[in-house]
């Protein structure tokens, strides 16, 4: 740790002069906020979310790069994706070449006391007052605006996958919303890396439609990963009256395979 960051930006320190990742939910004494702490633990676990696709991602050749830059896709300096999968392994990217987008959105999940320079366990996000990870509105939000970015950003974008990667379980007021993501296209699914978030065996394994999934060890990720790489998928939205989009699928309907009266309606329901 210490040739990361100093325990002063990684912990609060309380008026009896404990260090403590969170201040406990009994906490009384006087609170301070730790401004530095969001950008060191998100360049840290984009990286940790980096090196662990890098693992699938090499069986097929390809590459896990952190904050990449795609401006076709609103992929900005400003706004880089957190980690994507790749043909190239370049921080400039062609939309071509970006298979899987990631968006990390992980946290201290437990509560740590740093001690005798080591960190212990003193209980997990029930016993804190923080908010951690996906539980937080905020991170959730951020995820599906940037997302939504990026799908109106270009058509490119349709056919790359998004999947948002966290640490904790969500609140029961996203387990709808995610699912509707999910089947709408716009997001993949919220997963999250973490088998126990909690002491006991209490945090929810996924929602009905799998828009939130928790993965419990590193092969059930693995083959995950794999399957949304193998697929071919578009993501189309549209808004049109019942005539149109009947017309849509007739015309659509001429054509010979399944695969050119998709190709056909795609094209049709996007001018």
Known sequence: MKNYATPEQLFYVTKDGRYLAYWPKNYKGEK???Q??????????EKWVTDLMQNIAGEMGYFAVQG???EEIGLTSASPADVIISRSSGQQQKADDILLIIE?????????????????CIGDYRTHQGNPGLLRSDSMLKAIGKSLNI???SIKSCRIPIIVIGNTPITENYMEKVDRL???GVIQGFWSVNPKPLDNDDSIKKTEKCGFYRFDDFEELHES????????MNFFSSMKSNRELGQIIEIANREKTYEEKAQKFLKLIRE
Do not use: D
């Open 225 to 232: 990963v794999l399957k949304i790489l193998s697929e071919e």
């Open 104 to 120: 990390v959105k992980m946290s201290i999940v437990w509560n740590w006391q740093y001690v005798n320079n080591n960190v212990v």
């Open 32 to 34: 301070t906020t730790l």
């Open 182 to 184: 999910k089947i709408s």
């Open 68 to 70: 990449a830059i795609s």
């Open 36 to 45: 530095s702490r969001n950008a060191l633990i998100g360049a840290f676990t």
């Open 151 to 153: 799908r109106v950003s």
